[in-house]
T-cell receptor, first 109, second 113 residues
Framework: RKEVEQDPGPFNVPEGATVAFNCTYS??????FFWYRQDCRKEPKLLMS???SGNEDGRFTAQLNRASQYISLLIRDSKLSDSATYLC??????????FGAGTRLFVKA | NAGVTQTPKFQVLKTGQSMTLQCAQD?????MSWYRQDPGMGLRLIHY???????DQGEVPNGYNVSRSTTEDFPLRLLSAAPSQTSVYFC????????????FGPGTRLTVL
């Protein structure tokens, strides 16, 4: 079983739609959680950190459920520019950082 | 402020050849890492460094060497290239105060024939 699992998609949604991605992790000792965004043939970039209380950044909302060991990302009012691969990232103690394989999103006009 | 730079962008090697992938950062970050990204898999950590003179192995270190003589530079050496090392390689850096936020270079696309 992978340490961090994501639905690979692709998710195909129209502009203006709301879309949600989930990610599960296996290590209950995981400490920090993040969503990264990766455009086609580009490097990953931090989208947002994920806090236990949930957090929002504009149209993006991230949630963490420690009991069930999953993280979610909600994108509201999808834009064409949101088309990318979204990587779930989990950090355990020390330097160990595990990246999920990513969920591909296509937003269409 | 260039951030994290990597050279070369593309490279084709024959099996058995050696080469060095270069990585440099100008943000004075203590932590630097090398990852490889293969289709259908997440980024996998090859080696990392928490400061000049200190390196450690990640998840997939075999066939690779690193050194960190300065804060800025973190080269990755392929000792004897194999087709299984065909991949996209990313270098990343982060501050010790915010290790979750990693800044990535643009990547090196390596093909081993």
């Amino acid at each position: 079983r992978k340490e961090v699992e994501q639905d690979p998609g692709p998710f195909n949604v129209p502009e203006g739609a709301t879309v949600a991605f989930n990610c599960t992790y296996s290590n209950s000792a995981s400490q920090s959680f993040f969503w990264y965004r990766q455009d086609c043939r580009k490097e990953p970039k931090l989208l947002m950190s994920v806090y236990s209380s949930g957090n929002e950044d504009g149209r993006f909302t991230a949630q963490l459920n420690r009991a069930s060991q999953y993280i979610s990302l909600l994108i509201r009012d999808s834009k064409l520019s949101d088309s990318a691969t979204y990587l779930c990232v989990v950090k355990t103690g020390g330097f160990k950082t595990i990246f999920g394989a990513g969920t591909r999103l296509f937003v269409k006009a | 402020n260039a951030g994290v730079t990597q050279t070369p962008k593309f490279q084709v090697l024959k099996t058995g050849q050696s080469m060095t992938l270069q990585c440099a950062q100008d943000m004075n970050h203590e932590y630097m890492s090398w990852y490889r990204q293969d289709p259908g898999m997440g980024l996998r950590l090859i080696h990392y460094s928490v400061g000049a003179g200190i390196t450690d192995q990640g998840e997939v270190p075999n066939g690779y060497n690193v050194s960190r003589s300065t804060t800025e530079d973190f080269p990755l050496r392929l000792l004897s290239a194999a087709p299984s090392q065909t991949s996209v390689y990313f270098c990343a850096s982060s501050s010790r105060l915010a290790t979750g936020e990693q800044f990535f270079g643009p990547g090196t696309r390596l093909t081993v024939l």
